[in-house]
């Protein structure tokens, strides 16, 4: 490691858990953030910021007004612009020494595995049901790990699927019917809810790595803000899983009809 | 009867009603917005209406949250 890099994370390096070995892992590792918004603005300003060495975002979307208010990535400046295009400019000014591969695509069943096979760690920052289960199908068919996150009004959720473990279909076979749960933009968030949620989704990409502590694998972290609780729920690897399960039934990706985005 | 839900302990008036009776009182109003842990086990959606649930059962609603941007 070179000087500037020394002090740059010396912070972390001091931590018995990191050290110089965990971050030279950090600086040899990759991680792919599939969504530059509310999970995604956090988890990738502290991946940067930790040293990641390489760091993909998708997004194909572009910078809103509405978004503002937790998209913390975003300024008011970057009105219009496509938010991979946005994250990457905030990524490289916080850290030159990194790698910031863009993604402008929506992810889809034909380009996910294409992506993410080449990344050490994968964290679902999308918006939508359909493309929270492409994740998890797609990291359980390459045996990739994923830290899953799901942010609504005051609360949120995450957890992380390690190889082997239960995945997020353990947990939620299927998508809900379509319109049965609202989205964020029909039903609101409060912004910090997603940098609390953004936040452990970068921690558990950081510990992954770095092979420190417990993972949130078989448990699922919820928060809810307006009583300022956090629970922990042991999730078991179901048996019946549709896709890691004894007889899975899911053995191809497929795409789902994405709901209209009404911004 | 006694039921810990969602790491609580509550008092239900009823001593005997089935899961989906308490997604019912709980204002869950469809079955698919939830996935439920019964001791510790998923249940399937089409048992809910059968599982009877017992003094001290361990119930979790674990709701889907699909936001993220
Ligand atoms: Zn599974």
Redo the contacts with the bound molecule.
């Keep these: 490691m070179r000087n500037d890099e020394l002090l740059r994370y010396s912070r972390q390096i001091i931590l018995e858990q990191i050290g110089g070995t965990g971050q030279e892992k950090l600086l040899a590792s990759s991680v792919f953030v599939a969504g530059a918004g509310g999970l995604g603005a956090p988890a990738l300003y502290y991946l940067a910021a930790a040293g990641v060495g390489r760091i993909g975002v998708a997004d194909w979307d572009a910078v809103d007004i509405s978004n503002l208010q937790r998209q913390i990535i975003h300024f008011t400046d970057d009105i219009g612009k496509l938010k991979s295009d946005s994250a990457f400019e905030k990524l490289h000014r916080l850290n030159p020494d990194i790698k910031i591969e863009r993604f402008n695509l929506q992810i889809d069943a034909e380009n996910i595995s294409d992506i993410i096979k080449d990344y050490d760690f994968i964290i679902d920052g999308v918006d939508n049901f359909p493309t929270k289960f492409l994740i998890?199908d797609a990291a359980?068919f390459l045996n990739k790990p994923f830290s899953h996150a799901g942010i609504l009004r005051f609360s949120g959720q995450t957890f992380t699927?390690i190889p082997g473990g239960?995945?997020?279909?353990?947990?939620f076979?299927a998508p809900p019917p379509a319109g049965l749960v609202p989205t964020c933009s029909e039903a609101g968030i409060i912004g910090p809810v997603a940098g609390v949620i953004g936040s452990v989704q970068a921690l558990e990409a950081i510990k992954y790595i770095t092979e420190t502590g417990q993972l949130l694998s078989d448990r699922l972290l919820t928060f809810d803000a307006l009583t300022s609780e956090f629970r922990t729920i042991k999730i078991k690897?179901?048996n019946n899983?549709?896709?890691?399960?004894d007889n899975p039934t899911i053995t191809e990706l497929q795409n789902t009809e994405l709901p209209t985005c009404d911004i | 009867m006694k039921l810990i839900i969602n790491g609580k302990e509550e008092n239900i008036a009823e001593n005997e009603l089935s899961l989906s009776k308490l997604l019912t009182l709980k204002d869950v109003k469809f079955p698919q917005m939830v996935s439920v842990q019964l001791n510790g086990e998923f249940v399937k959606t089409d048992l809910y209406e059968s599982k009877i649930l017992k003094e001290n059962d361990n119930v979790e609603f674990l709701y889907f949250m699909g936001g993220g941007r």
């Design positions: 998890n359980v699927h239960a995945c997020y279909r353990c947990m076979p690897h179901a899983c549709p896709i890691c399960g």
